[in-house]
Nanobody, 129 residues
Framework: QVLLAESGGGSVQAGGSLRLSCVAS????????MGWFRQAPGKEREFVAG????????YYTDSVKGRFTISRDNAKNTVYLQMSSLKPEDTAVYYC??????????????????????WGQGTQVTVSS
C-alpha cells in the first residue's frame, strides 16, 4: 500500500505561480511512476504531468507544457508540480497518483488513469482573472 498526501494548493491571480507537493509513504519502493491529475467542476479528471520515479523521464499534457514542471526528490519520497503563468482554466482539484512497479511499460509514463492504483485526497487550486 502507498499513501499519498498533497499540499500547496491555494488561490492565485492569473499569471501567478504555485508549487504543489505530494509526499508518498508506505511501500514507496514499489512506485514506478508518479503523476498529477486535475478535475474541474463538471469535467472528467485529466492527466497533467507524470515522472518516472527512478529514471526521471517526464511527460506533460499539451495545455501545460512550458508552464508546469514536475520533479521528484526520491530521498524525501516527494513529487512536486511547479505551476507558473497560471490561467483561470487551470482551476481544479489537483490529485497526486502513483503507478506501482509491474504496471504498464517500464519506460512509459502513462497518461490514462487506469494504471494509477494509488491516489491522494486532492488539493484545490483556484486561479482568478
Amino acid at each position: 500500500q502507498v499513501l499519498l498526501a498533497e499540499s500547496g494548493g491555494g488561490s492565485v491571480q492569473a499569471g501567478g505561480s504555485l508549487r504543489l507537493s505530494c509526499v508518498a509513504s508506505g511501500r514507496t519502493f514499489s512506485i514506478r511512476v508518479m503523476g498529477w491529475f486535475r478535475q474541474a467542476p463538471g469535467k472528467e479528471r485529466e492527466f497533467v504531468a507524470g515522472i518516472n520515479w527512478h529514471g526521471g523521464s517526464t511527460y506533460y499534457t499539451d495545455s501545460v507544457k512550458g508552464r508546469f514542471t514536475i520533479s521528484r526528490d526520491n530521498a524525501k519520497n516527494t513529487v512536486y508540480l511547479q505551476m507558473s503563468s497560471l490561467k483561470p482554466e487551470d482551476t481544479a482539484v489537483y490529485y497526486c497518483a502513483a503507478v506501482p512497479t509491474g504496471r504498464g511499460s517500464y519506460a512509459v509514463v502513462p497518461a490514462g488513469r487506469t494504471l494509477y492504483d494509488y491516489w491522494g485526497q486532492g488539493t484545490q487550486v483556484t486561479v482568478s482573472s
